[in-house]
């Protein structure tokens, strides 16, 4: 029996905890909510919808003594469709094609530098902390799609479970900070403020990026893209050569 519920109620969430929709449908209605919060703050960054909807499902699972294992049955199929969704971001990012071959170049910079600062600076600051190297090595990939990150953590020794938390974490403070700093640096290109956001808040940084313009959004997928392709051949490397010297 689960403490605090009412016998009738309880006996109601016994058996709808027992169906693998529980898990899809309490994440379509919570996320539902936290994006109506989301509208009616006026898509302010501080109220991110992932956020909110990560604290609620968190605390509904606690309250209820529901195991993670058990709400992912049904959460699965949200899960699975990330991969449609990404591969639909190619639409908007066709639209852009012709500016893509003129900036190829600085883009591929900005990619790099991008993706072994975020790696060096994650190692760091973990490491002045005291983290231990397994924790440091989970960090290394923090600003990849979180597939790639868990594969790449769990090849140079990281706690891809710890990688995943980190990952949506770098992805909801990306998302709801990146308009303050880039409004501070003067960044007002939405080729450019996409494109740092994909590469360093990778799918959550992308949402947001569609939530300002189109454009950016295209480039926030392309940067998303090629920061995962990038880091799956060069983190691997970067990393050990780092958590070596550390």
Not at 90 to 108: G, H, I, S, T
Request: hydrophobic share 55%; net charge positive.
């Amino acid at each position: 029996m689960t403490p605090g519920l009412p016998l009738a109620l309880n006996e109601v969430w016994v058996y709808l905890s027992a169906t693998p929709l529980l898990g899809l449908t309490a994440t379509l209605l919570v996320y539902h909510g936290a994006f109506l919060i989301y509208q009616r703050s006026g898509f302010h960054p501080l109220a991110n919808p992932v956020a909110m909807s990560v604290i609620a499902l968190g605390t509904l699972l606690w309250a209820t003594g529901t195991p993670y294992a058990t709400y992912f049955e049904g959460a699965q199929f949200v899960h699975f469709l990330l991969g449609p969704a990404t591969v639909a971001l190619a639409v908007p990012l066709f639209e852009q094609l012709d500016r893509l071959k003129r900036l190829w170049l600085p883009m591929f910079g900005a990619l790099v530098v991008g993706t072994l600062a975020a790696t060096a600076s994650a190692i760091a600051i973990g490491w002045a902390l005291g983290a231990s190297r397994a924790t440091l090595a989970s960090l290394a990939p923090k600003s990849v799609t979180t597939p790639v990150a868990m594969g790449i953590a769990e090849k140079i020794g990281g706690l891809p479970s710890l990688t995943a938390v980190l990952v949506v974490s770098t992805g909801i403070v990306g998302a709801a900070s990146a308009r303050f700093l880039f409004d501070a640096l003067r960044i007002h290109d939405p080729m450019v403020r996409g494109f740092a956001l994909g590469t360093a808040a990778h799918g959550i940084g992308t949402a947001r990026a569609f939530q300002v313009s189109e454009e950016a959004g295209a480039f926030a997928g392309l940067a998303m893209g090629l920061c995962a392709l990038f880091s799956a051949v060069a983190l691997p490397l970067v990393a050990g050569v780092l958590l070596r010297w550390v």
